[in-house]
């Protein structure tokens, strides 16, 4: 069973004194000097953790695409925790780091958070690096470590097949300092460190990880040439901002696969936004990318789209129903209220998470996240891609203005009851639509792009919560029957069904005020609309 720690942690190139030419001193080897750290404040002593040796062999595909996503994944042996590690980025200095046993083959678990970025292609092993780590513990004057200090010694070889120059393998040798923080500690001590190790003259690492410095150092000259005379290109044309959009949500989807796997909040609810963003752009700008190629792959993202809001949507349900449980005195919850809403949202939740991993794992699955690979590898443009983006990106928004707009009006003109339900079903979906076009335009459009998507988004925030009232009072009636079947009062369950429904009341008449804001023509003709 893997296991996750955060670590939080800062590296620094480290300064070194030659030894002098100790007999069987190993090459490079030098007395390397840490400054005197109990001049960090909090720190009370500096103590020796001893001498550890470490082996680790890095594994990536052969065109290092965990590397690209700045993602390690290594087979380490010596150390209290050697076993496999598998580290996500989270921010500047923070990883999270998921730990599985000691074991000759990738373990499952860790496969899988891998897979989306992996696929079908075979990982290997890349860089071996053999580690001489010195540990020194910062600790407080209640004897709590506040840090670690590893001063590492590191032998790195290049083991990716082809990758070198001649015969044998590239290799290279350096010194660094590690400084991680303990569990729960205060981050500003990392800070202070800093402060005492710089005015040492030791600086801060220009690599991010053993890893990539062991690849940047062991790389064939000619690859760093020529990576070194191709500058990116900003976005210019119509085609570019539509394509920069969707490589964009394309690298949300495959990386929130392993968030959903590792149940990260709000993981599901990013990932299928990830796959309706995409799809709508194909819609959207459909005079940009030929929509022959790009609507078989729109049909597999709204399948699983609808396959993710099974979990999506009962995770908003629950938290719905429990909000509204919770605003009321207990002397209005009569019967086992709390417990039959737990009994409920267990059951949901469980099977709605299997099904969700049964998709990512499913061949289906791949084979979409293979097919937007290769799309976006050589994109189906059409004319209107090579068009000034303030020209071209406008004219497809405004269209689907107009088309939330004819489902609005429609909306307005229906009686209350299902049939209009549905139709602001219908208008909440498009105003959805409308919202992520003019996103998509954003780095070309700028504020009134910005603008007319806030306004979007807020039409689309009153259908939303009044969708989510006609769920809920179908959850609350399924509630009140089986707590009723139970011997159960069901009373709770049809005042809460009442309040829905009352709130649903609230956004019909809220929408035509939203609605009126939205059609600002002024903010229309900002956009390039008529």
Known sequence: ?????REIERKYELPVRPAGGDEGSPPGAGRALLPDLTKVRAVSAVTAGGVTELDAVYHDTSDLRLTA???????????ADEGWHLKFPVGDGVRD??????????PDELAALVRSRVRGTRLTPVVRLQTSRATTLLVDKAGRTLAEVALDTVHAERLLAGSGSGAGARTADWTEIEVELADDGDPALLDAVEKVLRKAGVR??????????????????TTSHKAAKTPERGPVTAGDHVLAYLREQAGAIVSYDAAVRRDLPDSVHQLRVATRRMRSA????????????SRPIGAELQWLAGELGIDRDHEVLAERLAERVGAHDTTLLLGPVHARLRIWDADGRTDARAGTLAVLDSARYLRLLDSMEALLADPPLLDGAGRKPAKALPRAIVKDYERLAGRVEHALTLAPGEERDLALHDARKAAKRARYAADAAVPALGKPAKRF??????????LGDHQDSVVARDALRDLAIKAHAAGESAFTWGLLYGEEEARAADRERELPRVWRKSADPKLRAALGGP
């Open 97 to 106: 780091e998921i730990q599985a046993p000691l074991s000759d083959t990738l």
């Open 204 to 221: 801060p690492a220009s690599a991010a990880s053993k890893l990539a410095r062991a690849l940047a150092e062991t790389a064939p000259a």
């Open 1 to 5: 069973m893997a296991d996750t720690k």
């Open 453 to 462: 998507s806030k306004r979007m988004k807020a039409v689309q925030s009153v």
């Open 69 to 79: 996503d700045s993602l390690t994944l290594r087979r380490r042996t010596g150390g």
């Open 282 to 293: 194909f819609r959207t700008y459909k005079k940009v990318l030929d929509r022959d190629a």
